[in-house]
Protein backbone atom coordinates (compact mmCIF):
# COMPACT_ATOMS: atom_id res chain seq x y z
CA UNK A 1 0.00 0.00 0.00
CA UNK A 2 1.43 3.63 -0.91
CA UNK A 3 1.55 5.78 1.69
CA UNK A 4 -0.43 8.39 -0.33
CA UNK A 5 -3.12 7.44 -2.70
CA UNK A 6 -4.91 10.38 -5.36
CA UNK A 7 -7.02 9.62 -8.06
CA UNK A 8 -4.77 10.71 -10.78
CA UNK A 9 -8.26 11.53 -12.66
CA UNK A 10 -8.74 13.03 -15.26
CA UNK A 11 -11.77 15.03 -13.73
CA UNK A 12 -13.74 17.09 -16.07
CA UNK A 13 -16.39 19.98 -15.02
CA UNK A 14 -17.76 22.29 -16.42
CA UNK A 15 -17.43 26.27 -15.08
CA UNK A 16 -18.85 26.63 -12.39
CA UNK A 17 -19.24 23.50 -10.66
CA UNK A 18 -18.10 22.19 -7.35
CA UNK A 19 -14.89 20.73 -7.60
CA UNK A 20 -14.07 18.14 -4.53
CA UNK A 21 -10.41 16.16 -4.63
CA UNK A 22 -9.26 13.60 -2.12
CA UNK A 23 -6.42 12.13 -0.92
CA UNK A 24 -6.05 8.67 1.46
CA UNK A 25 -3.01 7.62 3.85
CA UNK A 26 -2.08 5.25 5.54
CA UNK A 27 1.09 6.91 7.76
CA UNK A 28 -1.13 7.94 11.10
CA UNK A 29 1.79 9.81 12.26
CA UNK A 30 1.32 12.54 9.21
CA UNK A 31 0.27 15.74 11.24
CA UNK A 32 0.91 18.66 8.09
CA UNK A 33 -0.90 18.44 5.37
CA UNK A 34 -0.89 20.62 1.89
CA UNK A 35 -2.79 20.84 -1.42
CA UNK A 36 -0.38 22.00 -3.74
CA UNK A 37 -1.66 23.12 -8.00
CA UNK A 38 0.87 22.90 -10.66
CA UNK A 39 0.41 23.80 -14.34
CA UNK A 40 1.86 22.24 -17.05
CA UNK A 41 5.35 22.58 -17.24
CA UNK A 42 5.41 24.48 -13.73
CA UNK A 43 6.02 23.87 -10.36
CA UNK A 44 3.94 23.49 -7.95
CA UNK A 45 2.43 26.37 -6.02
CA UNK A 46 0.60 26.09 -2.62
CA UNK A 47 -2.88 26.60 -2.01
CA UNK A 48 -3.37 25.29 1.08
CA UNK A 49 -1.84 24.26 4.07
CA UNK A 50 -3.65 22.74 7.42
CA UNK A 51 -1.88 21.05 10.70
CA UNK A 52 -3.46 18.26 12.26
CA UNK A 53 -7.28 17.66 11.69
CA UNK A 54 -10.32 20.16 10.71
CA UNK A 55 -10.96 22.65 7.94
CA UNK A 56 -9.78 25.84 6.70
CA UNK A 57 -10.81 28.09 3.95
CA UNK A 58 -9.21 30.16 1.66
CA UNK A 59 -11.64 32.01 -1.12
CA UNK A 60 -13.03 29.77 -3.45
CA UNK A 61 -11.10 26.94 -1.55
CA UNK A 62 -11.78 24.89 1.67
CA UNK A 63 -9.56 22.03 2.63
CA UNK A 64 -10.46 19.02 4.90
CA UNK A 65 -8.41 16.89 7.35
CA UNK A 66 -10.23 13.84 8.84
CA UNK A 67 -7.14 12.06 11.12
CA UNK A 68 -9.59 9.45 12.21
CA UNK A 69 -10.39 8.15 8.20
CA UNK A 70 -6.93 8.92 6.91
CA UNK A 71 -8.60 11.53 4.41
CA UNK A 72 -7.78 14.70 3.15
CA UNK A 73 -10.18 16.51 0.97
CA UNK A 74 -10.14 20.01 -1.35
CA UNK A 75 -13.25 21.65 -2.76
CA UNK A 76 -13.41 24.39 -5.66
CA UNK A 77 -16.45 26.47 -5.66
CA UNK A 78 -17.46 28.13 -8.28
CA UNK A 79 -14.83 26.70 -10.58
CA UNK A 80 -13.03 28.52 -13.06
CA UNK A 81 -11.21 27.30 -16.55
CA UNK A 82 -8.08 29.09 -14.49
CA UNK A 83 -8.66 26.60 -12.20
CA UNK A 84 -7.34 23.71 -14.95
CA UNK A 85 -4.61 22.19 -13.24
CA UNK A 86 -2.85 18.95 -11.62
CA UNK A 87 -3.76 19.54 -7.99
CA UNK A 88 -1.23 17.38 -5.88
CA UNK A 89 -1.97 16.89 -1.80
CA UNK A 90 1.13 16.63 0.40
CA UNK A 91 1.85 15.62 3.99
CA UNK A 92 4.39 15.04 6.20
CA UNK A 93 5.02 14.37 10.00
CA UNK A 94 6.28 16.19 12.56
CA UNK A 95 10.08 16.92 12.50
CA UNK A 96 10.55 15.75 9.28
CA UNK A 97 10.08 18.98 8.11
CA UNK A 98 12.16 18.49 4.39
CA UNK A 99 10.49 15.31 3.62
CA UNK A 100 7.29 16.11 2.26
CA UNK A 101 5.07 12.82 0.86
CA UNK A 102 3.21 13.54 -2.40
CA UNK A 103 0.16 12.35 -4.38
CA UNK A 104 0.77 12.13 -7.76
CA UNK A 105 -1.96 14.19 -8.87
CA UNK A 106 -5.32 14.81 -9.78
CA UNK A 107 -5.63 16.44 -13.40
CA UNK A 108 -8.70 18.79 -13.52
CA UNK A 109 -10.40 20.36 -16.59
CA UNK A 110 -12.45 23.08 -15.89
CA UNK A 111 -14.89 23.66 -19.46
CA UNK A 112 -16.22 27.08 -20.26
CA UNK B 1 9.88 39.95 -5.13
CA UNK B 2 11.62 37.05 -7.15
CA UNK B 3 10.19 33.47 -6.38
CA UNK B 4 12.77 30.53 -6.21
CA UNK B 5 14.20 30.48 -9.18
CA UNK B 6 16.28 27.57 -11.22
CA UNK B 7 18.42 27.05 -14.34
CA UNK B 8 18.72 26.18 -16.32
CA UNK B 9 14.89 25.07 -17.31
CA UNK B 10 16.31 22.72 -19.55
CA UNK B 11 19.74 20.45 -20.04
CA UNK B 12 19.99 17.88 -21.73
CA UNK B 13 23.18 15.85 -21.20
CA UNK B 14 25.17 12.61 -23.04
CA UNK B 15 25.30 9.44 -21.01
CA UNK B 16 28.64 9.53 -18.65
CA UNK B 17 28.28 13.23 -18.51
CA UNK B 18 27.68 15.54 -15.23
CA UNK B 19 24.68 17.25 -14.71
CA UNK B 20 25.02 20.70 -12.57
CA UNK B 21 21.26 22.31 -11.69
CA UNK B 22 21.07 25.26 -9.64
CA UNK B 23 18.83 26.99 -7.25
CA UNK B 24 18.73 30.53 -5.73
CA UNK B 25 15.82 30.50 -2.69
CA UNK B 26 14.06 33.49 -2.17
CA UNK B 27 15.81 35.87 -0.90
CA UNK B 28 15.58 35.09 3.05
CA UNK B 29 15.08 31.95 2.94
CA UNK B 30 17.72 29.61 4.43
CA UNK B 31 16.03 26.28 3.56
CA UNK B 32 16.31 24.61 0.62
CA UNK B 33 14.81 21.05 -0.62
CA UNK B 34 14.99 19.21 -3.60
CA UNK B 35 12.69 17.31 -5.15
CA UNK B 36 12.67 14.77 -8.39
CA UNK B 37 9.75 14.22 -10.56
CA UNK B 38 9.68 11.22 -12.99
CA UNK B 39 7.41 10.94 -15.74
CA UNK B 40 3.59 9.72 -14.47
CA UNK B 41 5.31 9.36 -10.89
CA UNK B 42 4.78 11.97 -8.00
CA UNK B 43 6.93 14.32 -6.45
CA UNK B 44 9.64 12.44 -4.52
CA UNK B 45 11.94 13.90 -1.88
CA UNK B 46 15.85 13.72 -2.57
CA UNK B 47 17.63 16.50 0.01
CA UNK B 48 16.86 18.92 2.59
CA UNK B 49 19.92 21.89 2.91
CA UNK B 50 20.60 24.87 4.78
CA UNK B 51 23.38 26.83 4.73
CA UNK B 52 26.43 25.19 4.73
CA UNK B 53 24.68 21.86 5.80
CA UNK B 54 22.21 18.85 4.41
CA UNK B 55 19.72 18.15 7.11
CA UNK B 56 18.46 15.46 5.07
CA UNK B 57 19.36 13.40 2.18
CA UNK B 58 17.41 9.96 2.82
CA UNK B 59 15.80 10.59 -0.69
CA UNK B 60 18.87 11.07 -2.29
CA UNK B 61 20.60 7.87 -4.47
CA UNK B 62 23.73 6.62 -2.58
CA UNK B 63 25.56 6.65 -5.76
CA UNK B 64 26.19 9.94 -8.28
CA UNK B 65 24.00 12.35 -6.84
CA UNK B 66 25.58 15.23 -4.54
CA UNK B 67 23.70 18.71 -3.23
CA UNK B 68 25.43 21.93 -1.78
CA UNK B 69 24.15 24.67 -0.15
CA UNK B 70 27.06 26.97 0.32
CA UNK B 71 27.34 30.09 2.54
CA UNK B 72 27.21 32.75 -0.85
CA UNK B 73 25.76 31.64 -4.02
CA UNK B 74 22.74 29.16 -5.16
CA UNK B 75 22.34 25.76 -4.18
CA UNK B 76 23.50 22.91 -6.59
CA UNK B 77 22.59 19.65 -6.96
CA UNK B 78 25.22 17.58 -8.77
CA UNK B 79 24.48 14.30 -10.65
CA UNK B 80 27.92 12.60 -12.09
CA UNK B 81 27.70 9.89 -15.03
CA UNK B 82 24.12 10.54 -15.83
CA UNK B 83 22.26 7.94 -16.92
CA UNK B 84 19.05 7.93 -19.09
CA UNK B 85 16.90 7.02 -16.07
CA UNK B 86 18.01 10.40 -14.40
CA UNK B 87 16.45 11.97 -17.27
CA UNK B 88 13.22 13.62 -15.03
CA UNK B 89 11.62 17.09 -13.93
CA UNK B 90 14.21 18.54 -10.69
CA UNK B 91 12.53 20.99 -8.35
CA UNK B 92 13.71 23.22 -6.02
CA UNK B 93 11.65 24.69 -2.87
CA UNK B 94 12.68 26.57 -0.26
CA UNK B 95 11.30 28.13 3.56
CA UNK B 96 12.23 30.80 5.57
CA UNK B 97 11.67 29.04 9.16
CA UNK B 98 12.50 25.63 10.73
CA UNK B 99 8.81 24.19 11.27
CA UNK B 100 7.27 25.80 8.06
CA UNK B 101 5.62 23.82 5.96
CA UNK B 102 4.74 25.46 3.15
CA UNK B 103 7.41 25.72 1.05
CA UNK B 104 8.34 27.74 -2.38
CA UNK B 105 8.55 26.12 -5.54
CA UNK B 106 10.52 26.72 -8.29
CA UNK B 107 9.52 26.05 -12.21
CA UNK B 108 11.82 23.17 -12.32
CA UNK B 109 14.87 22.00 -14.71
CA UNK B 110 13.58 19.18 -16.96
CA UNK B 111 16.89 17.29 -17.75
CA UNK B 112 16.85 14.68 -20.60
CA UNK B 113 19.83 12.21 -20.89
CA UNK B 114 20.40 11.08 -24.61
Known amino acids: QKEVEQDPGPLSVPEGAIVSLNCTYS??????FMWYRQYSRKGPELLMY????GNKEDGRFTAQVDKSSKYISLFIRDSQPSDSATYLC????????????FGKGTKLSVKP | NAGVMQNPRHLVRRRGQEARLRCSPV?????VYWYRQLPEEGLKFMVY????????ESGMPKERFSAEFPKEGPSILRIQQVVRGDSAAYFC????????????FGSGTRLTVV
Open chain 2, 93 to 104: ASSPLEGNYGYT
Open chain 1, 27 to 32: NSAFQY
Open chain 1, 50 to 53: TYSS
Open chain 1, 90 to 101: AMSVAGSQGNLI
Open chain 2, 27 to 31: KGHSH
Open chain 2, 49 to 56: LQKENIID
